[in-house]
């Protein structure tokens, strides 16, 4: 069975300070992992997909990264509107497979 | 262009009742799906469709139906609720299934008394 285990579940930054969310997963065989921000009381929101261990994709402040067992959504010098939900997904390389295995998601404050 | 447009954004049901999420999309898109979100929980696919008169069970479908007679639309019908089916749903698009991005509506908060 496919899991996906974002950690920390929530993190509060002063703004300007850099880090880094982590999204561990396991999935027989990775067609695609996804990046999601979702803002409060509205649908989460596309920022990155990523194919294969290696692959890196840059959007703004935000830096995705993946490896075989996780992926890493760096923020560098967030801002105040840098705070949401950040959900990880992934989906399996199954034939006819279209489900979309999300994690929990890591609460994002950043503190003006 | 609207985008993944979902009503009614809120709804109390009674237990038993039942009634119909709208969906709609405007971006001529093949694939459309339906999420639930729960507290501690990620999202879980209830539904989806790859593309009009094609429909497919997800993760979680016991007590939803769901039909597809066009390309724009994807209603989500709950048959009898329960007070297990409480959650914020969502409806989403994509132009193909797959790895492709996925657009999500702004959801409809349902409660189940």
């Known amino acids: 069975e496919d899991q996906v285990t974002q950690s920390p579940e929530a993190l509060r930054l002063q703004e300007g300070e850099s880090s880094s969310l982590n999204c561990s997963y396991t999935v027989s065989g990775l067609r695609g992992l996804f990046w999601y921000r979702q803002d409060p009381g509205k649908g989460p929101e596309f920022l990155f997909t990523?194919?294969?261990a290696g692959e890196e994709k840059e959007k703004e402040r935000l830096k995705a990264t993946l490896t075989k067992k996780e992926s890493f959504l760096h923020i560098t010098a967030p801002k105040p509107e840098d705070s949401a939900t950040y959900l990880c997904a992934v989906q399996a390389a199954d034939f006819g497979n279209e489900k979309l295995t999300f994690g929990t998601g890591t609460r994002l404050t950043i503190i003006p | 262009n609207a985008g993944v447009t979902q009503t009614p954004k809120f709804q109390v049901l009674k237990t038993g009742q039942s009634m119909t999420l709208q969906c709609a999309q405007d971006m001529n898109h093949e694939y459309m799906s339906w999420y639930r979100q729960d507290p501690g929980m990620g999202l879980r696919l209830i539904h989806y469709s790859v593309g009009a008169g094609i429909t497919d069970q997800g993760e979680v479908p016991n007590g939803y139906n769901v039909s597809r007679s066009t390309t724009e639309d994807f209603p989500l019908r709950l048959l009898s609720a329960a007070p297990s089916q409480t959650s914020v749903y969502f409806c989403?698009?994509?132009?193909?299934?797959?790895?492709?991005?996925?657009?999500f509506g702004p959801g409809t908060r349902l409660t189940v008394l």
């Open positions: 989403a698009s994509s132009y193909g299934g797959g790895v492709s991005e996925q657009f």
């Open positions: 990523l194919y294969s």
